[in-house]
């Protein structure tokens, strides 16, 4: 497939910023107090696992893969449904659902009938629906904002805003779950998504119904979102490496929690605060995306932040030495993962939306999220089975390699020769 680079006509007017949104403002601060929430419940979820019941290693991985394997199952058909549909009342339920669910938890703990298998199904029924939420907020951007010319920017913010959780979240979930139990602290994350809701019910933009056609075919629809990332090199590229760098992360970062927990004795304190000072590099990135996309060549500026986060990992079975010392390199690593994260997010993002069409957007985001959940629900899974077969530390060698490795790939896909962002698509008939 064939696209060629558009640059930006210099003599147009300038453009306003998103500032001037209000609709988007609106979901913006939503979705950001909605990310926090889920950060604490990322880490007071296992938490709830090890301290209330004893959780296995192999017991907290399969907990991390029911939370993500939703997106295995699911989301390419949830994809072809939100195409059908209007996604804000989607948005709607699913965050309702979340909300109904994680303020379940204490009230069951409280009343002594919560176990560990019950806190798996609802960590799964929690995992179903964000995957109708995330198949369709990524959707639903492109409607607040209206011109491709502001996806740069509305990825940005949304990623300066996950990083920003990612720094608070696991800090406030470390000192929530020192206070009050890991359990109540989920507390946190329910009332996040009724503020969520809040901000949907208050957006007044209106989003145009889908077109009505007669004839459906689910599977057809299905081979249709897939083969759209697919057949596009690009588009193929950013999602098996995604696949790859997902699996990576999850990995270890179930690794650490179980190492820092078991091996190393650390609090939950101490713990939250290595995720969330190291996570500074993810806001970081988030800030510096669209000023690096700028100057450098777009597919420069991916292949630097994707090898940070690939490399990152080794540098947690190498630390030793005295408890700060180790602590400091913990923190360097997951440091160098989040800011390439940061960065390599916005650029991800700005692509898959510039060379997508509307009609095709759901099912690519959740084609997209079939394959990067996926990698990291099967790295939930694995970062149990490997720990408890070799130990935390060793299985931190084997993870840490592994990503390396993906770092090959990385230099031969095509994205790296990407100098801008490409033209936009137009509207594809056989997509529906």
């Known amino acids: 497939m064939t696209r060629t680079s558009t640059a930006p006509d210099t003599t147009d007017a300038p453009r306003q910023s998103l500032w001037h949104n209000g609709d988007f403002s609106r979901f913006w601060a939503g979705e950001t107090l909605s990310l926090l929430g889920t950060q604490v419940t990322n880490l007071a979820l296992p938490l709830t696992a090890i301290g209330a019941f004893g959780a296995t290693d192999e017991q907290v991985g399969l907990l991390r893969f029911l939370q993500l394997a939703p997106y295995l199952g699911l989301a390419l058909v949830i994809g072809v449904w939100a195409d059908r549909h209007r ?13 109904v669910l994680l303020g379940l938890i204490p009230v069951l703990y409280w009343c002594h009938t919560l176990n560990l298998p019950v806190l798996m199904a609802i960590a799964c029924t929690v995992g179903i629906a964000s ?44 000192v929530l779950v020192s206070a009050v ?83 190393l004795h650390l609090g939950s ?89 509307q009609s095709m957007m759901g099912r690519m985001t959740a084609a997209f999220r079939t394959l990067l959940f996926g990698g990291g629900s099967l790295g939930g899974l ?18 840490a390699a592994g990503s390396a490795v993906v770092v090959i790939g990385l230099v031969l896909s095509p994205v790296g020769r990407l100098k801008t962002l490409p033209s936009a698509p137009k509207q594809v008939a056989a997509a529906r």
């Open 87 to 99: 996604r804000r009342p989607v948005m709607l339920g699913a965050n309702l659902v979340r909300l």
């Open 131 to 174: 995957v109708a939420f995330d198949v369709s907020w990524m959707s639903y951007v492109p409607v607040l904002v209206k011109s491709p010319e502001y996806y740069v920017e509305a990825s940005a913010r949304l990623s300066t805003s996950s990083s920003a959780a990612d720094i608070a979240g696991p800090g406030l979930g470390g």
């Open 181 to 263: 139990g890991a359990p109540v602290a989920l507390l946190a994350n329910a009332c996040s998504y009724a503020v969520s809701v809040v901000s949907l019910l208050l957006i007044r933009t209106t989003e145009p119904r889908p077109e009505p056609v007669v004839e459906r075919h689910l599977w057809r629809e299905l081979k249709d979102g897939m083969g759209w990332v697919m057949r596009d090199g690009v588009l193929r590229s950013l999602a098996l490496i995604g696949f790859c760098c997902n699996f990576s992360m999850v990995t270890v970062w179930t690794m650490f929690l179980l190492y820092g927990n078991h091996d």
């Open 269 to 357: 304190e101490t713990i939250g605060a290595v995720f969330a000072t190291a996570s500074v590099g993810g806001l970081i990135g988030a800030l510096i995306s669209r000023k690096a996309i700028d100057r450098f060549p777009l597919g420069k500026v991916y292949l630097v932040a994707q090898t940070a986060l690939l490399l990152g990992p080794s540098l947690i079975p190498a630390a030793a030495g005295p408890r700060p010392v180790m602590i400091g390199m913990f923190v360097l690593s997951f440091f160098a993962t989040y800011l390439g994260l940061g960065v390599a997010g916005v650029v991800i993002v700005g692509l898959r939306q510039a060379m997508t069409p």
């Open 382 to 399: 694995s970062a149990g089975l490997l720990t408890g077969q070799l130990g935390a530390r060793g299985a931190l060698t084997v993870a």
